[in-house]
DNA sequence: TATGGGGCTTCCCGTGACTGGAAGGTCAAG
DNA sequence: CTTGACCTTCCAGTCACGGGAAGCCCCATA
């Protein structure tokens, strides 16, 4: 398999997937030509980092999650732990989204939208918040 | 006022100040001996900026937003339309990660975390989902 | 056999918004 | 005079790629 192919079946562009194998999450055979030859190893490790990316866990995570993932002898609490850390960060980076969006949509609301210069999320973003 | 004051009263680190200026958000003054030289005008920029940037406004937007801030002919429309569109971002990036969350919850919560190396997180991660 | 058009390779630069660190000038206190 | 805190500039690194150039390779068609 080219590498064209299997960034269609991964679902992954053909860029990152050389990406991940410079940075050594991957290690494709390749032809006497110099391409890059996928097997069917490759493209399952392929789509399962696709899908971890998916999940928002970082490139190292993935290469932790790949090592668990290739040793029989891991224990489940070790990709839970992991696991658990990355979902406390999502938590955490909705929470603070959530703060933004509660005083941006709050500055929004009080805002007229029309042609005249007066406006509430200037004057809110202007003050220091202290009065 | 030199820049270890303006940023502790901007609350924002010195060197982030150096790299606003670098790209041309502020222009603070400089004294003789070549340091740069902070009025109240900087400060309150800079805290404006502090505030945006808080708020997720990327640096382009504060641009924007100082421009707005400045231009006295503004419409508040303007200013409603650049805050509205960063509320949209902000509403798409939380629904992202809620959707990562209860995906990653629903693997945490079926991964028993002991030392055996059956892992509902690996399967759901190495599964193609289609079964 | 020429040629055209994909596909493949490597290499380097750019992204956003900083952060860290090195090398060196300046200033006030002791 | 020295020490140490502060300031300056410049360069490199972060994260996870994406764009694009320059140059092979391969196959099909005329």
Redesign the interface.
């Known amino acids: 398999m080219n590498i064209k192919e299997v960034a269609a079946r991964a679902g992954l562009p053909a860029k990152t997937i050389r990406y991940y194998e410079e940075i050594g999450l991957i290690r494709p055979a390749r032809s006497e030509n110099g391409y890059r030859s996928f097997g069917a190893a490759d493209l399952?490790k392929l789509?399962?980092i696709g899908?971890?990316r998916?999940?928002?866990f970082t490139i190292e995570d993935c290469r932790a999650?790949l090592a668990?993932?290739e040793?029989?002898?891991?224990?489940?609490?070790d990709?839970?732990?992991l696991?658990?850390a990355?979902?406390t960060r999502?938590?955490a980076?909705?929470a603070e989204?959530?703060a933004?969006?509660r005083?941006?949509?709050g500055?929004?609301a009080a805002?007229?939208?029309?042609?005249?210069?007066?406006?509430p999320?200037?004057s809110?973003?202007?003050e220091?918040?202290c009065d």
């Open positions: 399952h789509a399962f899908r971890a998916g999940l928002g999650l668990l993932y040793d029989r002898e891991r224990a489940s609490a990709v839970k732990a696991a658990g990355h979902l999502i938590e980076k909705i989204l959530q933004m969006k005083t941006l949509a500055l929004v805002c007229a939208g029309d042609d005249r210069p007066d406006c999320i200037l809110g973003l202007s220091s918040g």
